[in-house]
């Protein structure tokens, strides 16, 4: 520990004081004006996609291109519904979701506890071959795992979806592994003198002291399943049990020329994660941080 | 500069961050329409410029590169690690730097990115992992490409598996596609071993 002679606050001041020119008011505004650019850039294909969805057949078709449609063409919404069963799939989601977040959370936290809190002969080993997993492309392991299933007669419904989240997932078991392994053993010895078990330790001391980092478990797992798109692909062959992604995907094989209608079906899927995004916003960033600055 | 305005910039971050949460279909279905070749977005907005744009995801030589444009709209997933990585930075550093004289553009070079390698380093993994399994996009936007242009490995994997029903032909290429990213994934540590810096903190 080193004694400093001026805070940091104080040498920072001075710091700047010294070198606000006018040049570092140019180079803030040239800054503020790149950023500008881009988010014009990254914000202009959500903007075709709304106003495609709100044009008429005719209007998408118009040369010149016709930025802002006249009048809001929202019947192509209802349109695309009855085409596209945005609720059907919608439903279908949810379910899956709320299912796998469900065998995410419960199986990553025990097995993160059995590998930051106790310990057990081959503990290390077992930990990094389940570190070996995250290296393993889903391609390897799609073909067995679908053949298996088939057998079991899993195909055709969302058991081969939900049921893997709860064995393990090896991305969140180190996630929460790290997290766990910075609670101070004391609290678990306190309550092993009281006779407690293992499962007492967890459960009173380890998951309530967690609560953000299972936070993010749940939401990251739940954004990968309602994303995932080659799960449902493979396993799901009837229409009405499709989810959003495969639904789309289905939609877009069968009305690929109706193009407002497509891109309203789009808006569709696009808008329950951007509104999930919204209320959760520091939930992911953080979550971003804890597995960038953890390593 | 963009850890310390965290405030004023988290509106900024949020466009930027979106495109990569969002369900990929949805975004491939609108890029499909953003790469039309008459009425898309992107020719439009050539065609403001003088240029005749190319037919993009019909055209073989432009269906790749089609899909690299479409790629760059998700950086924003990559950009908030590197953001966290910025946050990690200490800032004594940088004042030790000014008060020696150091210019904007050494501090960056010489301070900012030793400290953020790491995250390149973690950053390029992932993204040559992942950039191994690229599947979704080319499989729903062109269905393989015009004239098998866009015909990933993964793609082309699926096509096997589920389409031709050569199980046992797609399952060996799912061996060969873990060892080949084993080998790079290899590579890639060894040669960036020396380049990158991993700070006290």
Redesign the interface.
Known sequence: MSVRVSS?SI??AA?RGR?RTRGHYV??GA?IAV?AV??VA????FY??LS?ALKTSPQ??AVP?IWVPTPLQWSNFSNAISFFPFWQYLFNTVVICAFTVLGTVCSNSLIAYGLARIDWPGRNLVFILLLGTL??????????L??MFAHIGWVDTYLPLIVPAFFGNAFFMFLLRQFFMGIPRELGEAVRIDGGSEFTIFWRIIVPLSKSALAVVALFSF?NS??D??GPL?YIRTQSKYT???G??TF?GQYGSQ?SW??A???L??IP??IL?FFT?RL??QG??FT??K? | MKASERKELTDFRTIFFIPSIVPLVASAVLWIWVFNPQYGLINTLLSYIGISGPGWLDDPVWSKPALIIMGLWSVGGWMVIFLAGLQNVPVEQYEAAQLDGASSWQRLVHITLPFMSPYFLFNAINGLILSFQFFLQPFVMTQGGPAESTTMYAVYLYQNAFQYYRMGYASAMGWILFVVIAIFTFILFKTSARRVYYGGS
């Open positions: 940091p040498t920072r710091a070198h180079g803030r800054i950023l881009l988010t990254f914000a202009l294909p075709w996609l495609t998408i078709f291109i290296l393993l492309p889903s391609q390897v392991t799609l073909i067995p679908f053949i954004i309602w994303n798109f080659l493979v959003l992604a495969v789309l995907s877009l193009w497509l891109m079906a789009s808006a899927v696009f994660i951007v995004f916003q992911f960033i971003i941080t960038g600055s390593e």
